[in-house]
T-cell receptor
């Protein structure tokens, strides 16, 4: 079945450091890809998404590019802030966006001042 | 805030008991999904309801059941609780047909089974 693998955490960075969280997927066809974020004490919320190969999703300074050739959707941010501390989940669904999300295990990010 | 509310936020049960968790969808959303998030894991799909009927189910046994009401709110029921049922249960709402894949999650109900 479909699956998502993301890098193990936790990840600890200093403020203004560059962030990369790796995500690779296994799926039949061409899924839609997502990054969700879970801030402390809050529910998951969509951070960004991409629905076809070579699409770049972006939001709040975060970016991820849908790479079909490497089946990857790595999350990047050029300069992290303390407020970015959260758990980040990579996820996929089928291209219609109507099937259940399949999530990775999550990567906890801590940013220190 | 997503507009999805869940209750209770925390509860403790013992093995063999039954539990009901509740969810109010975001206004205008007609589809509700439930996910189980064990500690240190990503959310796992339990089932989805649309127009008061279950229209998708993950790999969970029948003792996990649900309801959706005419106002689109929902319940998750778990019978014969087991220790491994201890987890954060997440409700998510969406609007069918929008084809965005975006779900709006509540903060979850944390269940501890002793």
């Amino acid at each position: 079945g479909d699956s998502v693998t993301q890098m193990e955490g936790p990840v600890t960075l200093s403020e203004e450091a560059f962030l990369t969280i790796n995500c690779t997927y296994t799926a039949t066809g061409y899924p839609s890809l997502f990054w969700y974020v879970q801030y402390p004490g809050e529910g998951l919320q969509l951070l960004l998404k991409a629905t076809k190969a070579d699409d770049k999703g972006s939001n709040k300074g975060f970016e991820a590019t849908y790479r079909k050739e490497t089946t990857s959707f790595h999350l990047e941010k050029g300069s992290v802030q303390v407020s970015d501390s959260a758990v980040y989940f990579c996820a996929l669904s089928d291209q219609s966006g109507n099937t259940p999300l399949v999530f990775g295990k999550g990567t906890r990010l801590s940013v220190i001042a | 805030e997503t507009g999805v509310t869940q209750s209770p936020t925390h509860l403790i049960k013992t093995r063999g008991q039954q539990v009901t968790l509740r969810c109010s969808s975001q206004s205008g959303h007609n589809t509700v999904s439930w996910y189980q998030q064990a500690l240190g894991q990503g959310p796992q799909f339990i089932f989805q309801y649309y127009r008061e009927e279950e229209n998708g189910r993950g790999n969970f046994p029948p003792r996990f059941s649900g309801l959706q009401f005419p106002n689109y709110s929902s319940e998750l029921n778990v019978n014969a609780l087991e220790l491994d049922d201890s987890a954060l249960y997440l409700c998510a709402s969406s609007l069918a047909g929008l084809n965005t894949g975006e779900l709006f999650f509540g903060e979850g109900s944390r269940l501890t089974v002793l």
